[in-house]
């Protein structure tokens, strides 16, 4: 495998498609436009997928989302792919619904799933996909909001974002993430 791209998200029906599973529709989402099919595997669902000569595995950790890490570590360890080839596409309640921002590195931002990548990476290099979820909550109520799924309006922008996000996705597997800052912030 040459490139890990994560979805982040929490397992079953009761969090389909609310604002913490963005990270999994976008996954989804490409693996539904390329014919590929989730199975399970250690701590995940993955597909495997070829992209313009490139060995992909798509990722769905299935350990719920502040465990993460685990999920995310094992399969770079596995197949020894390096950290830059790492993509974990992430909601971020700083931004507003559909925005697209990618990081290279940086704080989890108060983020349960990316704290538990960087504890087990080690590091806080590694490259992001933050799919702006909003932030629409009442004080102490971030994880109701974040469990809950998008009103009708906020879900059209969100389809729309998803597919710029699968296209930014290919984007960065075939340009590295520098070219594709450029382009997609």
Do not use: C
Not at 54 to 74: D, E, R, Y
Not at 124 to 137: A, I, M, P, Q, T
């Amino acid at each position: 495998m040459d490139y890990l791209i994560v979805g982040l998200g929490n397992p079953g029906t009761k969090y389909e498609f609310t604002r913490h599973n963005v990270g999994f529709d976008v996954v989804d989402e490409i693996a539904k436009k390329n014919l590929l099919e989730f199975k399970p595997a250690e701590h995940s669902l993955k597909a495997e997928w070829n992209y313009k000569g490139k060995k992909i595995l798509l990722l769905k950790p299935q350990t719920f989302m502040n465990l993460s890490g685990k999920a995310v570590n094992h399969w770079l360890k596995w197949y020894k792919i390096p950290t830059q080839n790492l993509l974990i596409i992430v909601d971020d309640i700083a931004l507003p619904v559909g925005k697209l921002r990618y990081r290279a590195s940086g704080s989890p931002a108060g983020h349960n799933g990316l704290k538990d990548i960087q504890l087990q990476l080690g590091t806080e290099v590694y490259n992001r996909l933050k799919f702006g979820v909003g932030n629409d909550f009442k004080p102490g109520r971030q994880a109701d909001f974040v469990l809950s799924k998008f009103n009708e309006t906020d879900r059209a922008t969100v389809n729309l974002s998803i597919d710029l996000a699968m296209d930014s996705v290919l984007f960065f597997i075939a340009n590295g993430m520098e070219k594709t800052m450029g382009k997609y912030n």
